[in-house]
C-alpha cells in the first residue's frame, strides 16, 4: 500500500541544475525519515542525503554543497535539489523511505522505482 513515486529527473548539461521530486503514498510521512540513493552504471548503489522526520540532514561527502535535501509533509513528498551537476552524477537516482505505518511502532523500508538523470558535457 505504501507507494514512492519519483520524478524529475532527466538530461542535463554539466554545471545545470536539477530538482527531484518523491511523493509518498501511505503510512504516516511526517513521521518517516527519508533518503536518497544513485546508482551509476557498473557501480553499486550509494548513499546521496538523508532528512529524517525532524528534519536532521545528513549528505554524502561528494555532493559538497551542490545538493540540497528538502521535505513538505503536507504533501508528502521529499525533494532533492541538484545544482553545479557532474557527469558523475549521471546515475539513477532512487528515493528510500523508512516509513512509519503506525504511531509507535518501528518503520519499514521502501524505495521507490528510481529516475535517470544524466549529465552531459
Known amino acids: 500500500q505504501v507507494q514512492l513515486v519519483e520524478s524529475g529527473g532527466g538530461l542535463v548539461q554539466a554545471g545545470g541544475s536539477l530538482r527531484l521530486s518523491c511523493v509518498v503514498s501511505?503510512?504516516?510521512?511526517?513521521?518517516?525519515?527519508m533518503a536518497w540513493y544513485r546508482q551509476a552504471p557498473g557501480k553499486q548503489r550509494e548513499f546521496v542525503a538523508r532528512i529524517t522526520n525532524g528534519g536532521s540532514i545528513t549528505y554524502a561527502d561528494f555532493v559538497k554543497g551542490r545538493f540540497t535535501i528538502s521535505r513538505d509533509n503536507a504533501k508528502a513528498t521529499v525533494y532533492l535539489q541538484m545544482d553545479r551537476l557532474q557527469v558523475e552524477d549521471t546515475a539513477i537516482y532512487s528515493c528510500?523511505?523508512?516509513?512509519?505505518?503506525?504511531?509507535?511502532?518501528?518503520?519499514?523500508?521502501?524505495w521507490g522505482q528510481g529516475t535517470q538523470v544524466t549529465v552531459s558535457s
Open positions: 501511505g503510512g504516516i510521512f511526517s513521521a518517516s525519515d
Open positions: 528510500f523511505g523508512h516509513i512509519i505505518l503506525r504511531p509507535l511502532r518501528p518503520g519499514t523500508n521502501y
